[in-house]
Every structure is written in structure tokens, then in C-alpha cells.
């Protein structure tokens, strides 16, 4: 059986009651199971249980086996000699600390009802794993659940933000536009648009914003696309001159051009046209992130990222070679509210919190309630499973749901698997 489901079910005492005894014959009183630890070292700190009539407090150690006490190397370990029990699915063994002392050992033992619960959750491949008992958990666990992914949601990019800030010395339009280059990048080419942006410093893009030529020169330069073209036009000429001069005035150093990705993907949806897109939004707001950053209004979010790219761009892909259909290369409402809902609102949310902007960061979590939802594959099937998402906020909270846990199975971390696996 899976060890983490072995912590579930000691954590929620969801074990075979009755009266319980070590394998040595000793009478066994759990009186609490323990805070679990997700660090090196036992599996449960500050635990109190009963052997016999003398009260223990100490660590607890869980195994499928008794056996993988010692293929784990614990015996050798002194981060374990206050372990105070050894749960194990099975063995009967002696469990021996590296002072000598001997731990009691307990055979948890599963009920059947729990264990069929177990499989099915975990062996069976429905679109989300609880599909068949979605239906019959109360409402309320549901909401407050989807309430607290949300902001789980909103904080991901927590980590990642605070390692950009500690490398670009608290710079947060420096921070942005890096997260803003990435998400640009669609996911697909989301690596090369980040490593794009945090060699070129918004400094010496706020120079050149009021200047489209240059800027784009700026980004086509340092993505590597103006290294070695293939077919040249004036466009492309003009783009390597204006690059060259500035790379030297700024000592910019390039990424590899190669990294970039093409293949089966959409022409509309190649990296090229993306950064003439990216270049534009720079060019219209002069660099400054002010006014993307100033109003958490959805609406007039979407509004400013309604851009295209340059004129050149209306016949063209890549560089230097034109294509048979002519068409402006509008960044789109879709992939506007892309931008807005995975970049955007988690920026600002860590931002508002780690500059202890706390009513404003109510105001950004109370605008996703407030804002209608456009439906895609992931909500319409949240809803075909008896879901109802009335707004933003649940939208989001529900794909975040069904691509961070339910795609991993992670029921034991989930609240709704929770319900399931412990109701009677």
C-alpha cells in the first residue's frame, strides 16, 4: 500500500478499531497521532500514545514493511532514536534505534471498506478521480474547498517571485516583465521567452519603448533570432543594425536561437510573431507597466493588451520570409485573459501581500468573483460532473484543481478526497 496513504490513515485514525496491541503483545492507546513532517526524518513529530500504563511522547515511523526500518538505513540514523512507535502494514519483526534501544511495533490494519474506497480513487481512470461521489459531498465542503485553492492558485508563482527578486535586487518591473515575457510564451516557449527577458534589463527598454523599431530590434536581438537568417529583407536588415548598436552600447549578451520551438504549432502561435506582439505592448505603453499594473479591473486589462503586431507582421510569420495569406496579428481576447488570469492576478497578489497591501489584495480576489467565466474543455466537464461555476474565482480555482491535483492524483491531498476515503 502507498506510504502516503499509510500517513492518511494514521493521521485521521481511519485504522481497524478495536483493541489494539503492539506485535509483542503490549496494549497500544493512540492518543494523538502526531503533526506530520514533510522534512527528512520520522514521519510524524510530537505524537502521545499508551503502551501499557506509561504514557510516550515522541516520533513515529510508518512502513508498508517492517523490514524498510533497516533498507532505509533508520537503524544508522540518530534523527530516529526518539522514534516511540513503528507502524507498519506488515512484519513482525524488532525495530532497533542506532543507541540500541528497541521501538514497539504496531500492525496497522485496514478495513476493507476503506481499502475498496483506496482502489477505487486511485485505479481507475475517469476524468477526476472522485467522479462518481463528487455529487454526494455537501456543497459547503465544496465551496470552502474551491475557496482555498484559489488562493493556493494565486500564490504559486510565490517561490518563483521571491528567487527573482533576490536576484534582480527587488525589481519588481524587472520581476514582471520577466513573468509577462514568459507568460507570452504560451507555455510551449514559455523557458526561452523567460531566459529572453532576464537577459535584457527593462532599463534600456524604457529607452527605446517610444521607438517600435527599437524595440523590437531590442527583444528579436536578445531572443537570438537576428544571429543567422536565413532570408533577408529590409525589415530584418534594419532590426540587425539597430541590434548591433545597442548590444554594444549595452554589452547585451543573446540567448541561443535555437531553443526556440516551431514544430506543430500554429503559425499564429510562433514565438516570432509572439514577441512582435510582446514589443508592441511595450512600444504602446512606453515601457511602463503603470497602467497594466494600476487598475485590476479584467475589462481594461483585456483592452490593453488588445495590440498587434506591426505592419510587417501582417504578412509574415517568421523573418525575412513573407507568407501567401495576409492578416493582422492580433494578440486576442483568449489569450489576453490567459495572460491576465496566470500571470497578472498571481503577480499582484504576492505583490499586495509582501508590501502588506492587505485591502487590496482583498479587492483583487473579490474582482475574480465579480467577473463571468468563458467556458473551456476543463469547466465544461467540471460541470458535466454536477459542478456549477457561477463566476472567474471558481474557474479558476477549478482548473487549478483538476491540473495540480486530479491530473496527479492527488486525493490524499485534496479536501473532497479527504470526505471520501474517511465517510463512513
Excluded at 486511485?122 to 455529487?135: G, M, P, R, T
Excluded at 547585451?252 to 536561437?257: N, R, V, Y
Excluded at 486525493?411 to 463512513?424: A, D, E, F, P, Q
Amino acid at each position: 500500500m502507498n506510504e502516503d496513504f499509510l500517513h492518511f490513515v494514521w493521521q485521521n485514525k481511519l485504522f481497524q478499531p478495536g483493541n489494539l496491541l503492539t506485535t509483542d503483545g503490549q496494549k497500544l492507546e493512540i492518543i494523538h497521532p502526531g503533526i506530520i513532517n514533510k522534512d527528512a526524518g520520522p514521519d510524524f513529530f510530537n505524537a502521545k500514545i499508551k503502551i501499557n500504563n506509561t504514557l510516550w511522547a515522541g516520533n513515529v515511523e510508518i512502513h508498508s514493511a517492517e523490514t524498510d526500518w533497516y533498507n532505509h538505513k533508520h537503524h544508522t540514523d540518530g534523527a530516529y532514536n526518539n522514534v516511540i512507535l513503528h507502524v507498519v502494514q506488515s512484519g513482525n519483526g524488532n525495530t532497533l534505534t542506532s543507541s540500541g534501544r528497541e521501538v514497539p511495533v504496531w500492525q496497522m490494519t485496514l478495513s476493507d471498506q476503506l481499502t475498496a474506497k483506496y482502489q477505487s480513487l486511485f485505479f481507475n481512470d475517469k476524468w477526476i478521480a472522485c467522479e462518481d461521489q463528487l455529487s454526494t459531498i455537501d456543497p459547503m465542503v465544496l465551496s470552502q474547498w474551491i475557496d482555498r485553492i484559489l488562493v493556493e492558485r494565486l500564490e504559486e508563482k510565490n517561490e518563483l517571485i521571491n528567487q527573482l527578486l533576490k536576484t534582480h535586487k527587488n525589481n519588481w518591473d524587472q520581476v514582471f516583465f520577466i513573468l509577462l515575457s514568459r507568460s507570452f510564451g504560451f507555455g510551449v516557449n514559455g523557458l526561452p521567452f523567460e531566459m529572453m527577458a532576464k537577459q535584457t534589463p527593462l532599463k534600456f527598454i524604457l529607452k527605446h519603448s517610444d521607438n517600435i523599431k527599437q524595440t523590437e530590434a531590442l527583444l528579436f536581438g536578445q531572443a537570438g533570432f537576428l544571429l543567422n537568417i536565413q532570408s533577408k529583407d529590409e525589415y530584418t536588415t534594419n532590426l540587425q543594425k539597430e541590434y548591433e548598436f545597442l548590444k554594444h552600447k549595452y554589452n547585451l549578451k543573446p540567448i541561443e536561437g535555437h531553443i526556440w520551438k516551431f514544430a506543430k504549432m500554429r503559425p499564429s502561435n510562433f514565438p516570432t510573431v509572439r514577441l512582435a506582439q510582446l514589443a508592441m505592448l511595450l512600444h504602446q505603453n512606453k515601457g511602463s507597466f503603470e497602467k497594466i499594473l494600476s487598475d485590476i479591473n479584467a475589462k481594461t486589462f483585456v483592452n490593453l493588451l488588445n495590440i498587434k503586431a506591426s505592419d510587417y507582421w501582417n504578412n509574415h510569420y517568421q523573418l525575412g520570409n513573407p507568407s501567401k495569406k495576409e492578416a493582422p496579428k492580433h494578440l486576442g481576447t483568449s489569450s489576453a485573459q490567459r495572460i491576465l488570469y496566470n500571470t497578472v492576478y498571481p503577480y499582484l497578489f504576492v505583490y499586495f501581500h509582501k508590501n502588506n497591501l492587505q485591502n487590496r489584495k482583498e479587492i483583487l480576489v473579490e474582482s475574480l468573483y465579480k467577473q463571468t467565466t468563458e467556458k473551456n474543455s476543463i469547466t465544461i466537464n467540471w460541470e458535466k460532473a454536477g459542478v456549477k461555476i457561477e463566476n472567474e474565482a471558481q474557474a479558476q480555482s477549478l482548473i487549478f484543481l483538476k491540473n495540480r491535483y486530479c491530473n496527479h492524483k492527488k486525493c490524499l491531498n485534496c479536501r473532497i478526497g479527504h470526505k471520501v476515503l474517511s465517510r463512513n
